[in-house]
């Protein structure tokens, strides 16, 4: 099944450059995980639910939730552009949540 952002028309790829609200903030970052398509990891795909992974620009971690249903995102990532070099990968058997997860600002 094909994952789309949440306009329902736009495919999600590895690598694609996004944007993303967090505590009122935008933040930048791309997609490093995605279902189907990166390596299982059982961190990001767990009892049928599955998730986007992104890497934040200024560091981090960030997963968006898949519809189950539709296969589109239901977070509130905006797609801003494609790139093809030096994707970012998320290890098949690290938690990508771990100690390099977003932290919330103070």
């Known amino acids: 099944m ?5 306009d329902r028309v736009t495919e999600v790829r590895l690598g694609d450059r996004i944007e993303t609200r967090i505590w009122f903030r935008k933040h930048r970052g791309r997609v490093a995980y995605l279902p189907g398509i990166s ?7 767990y009892n049928g639910l599955r998730w986007v992974g992104v890497r934040l620009e200024e560091g981090g971690f960030v997963s968006v939730v898949v519809d189950p249903d539709g296969g589109h995102l239901r977070g509130n990532l905006t797609f801003v552009g494609r790139d ?20 919330a600002p103070f």
Do not use: C, W
């Open 2 to 6: 094909t994952i789309t952002y949440k």
């Open 39 to 45: 390596p299982f990891n059982a961190a990001m795909e």
């Open 84 to 103: 093809v070099l030096a994707i970012p990968r998320v290890p098949s058997d690290q938690d990508p949540h771990g100690d390099d997860s977003f932290v």
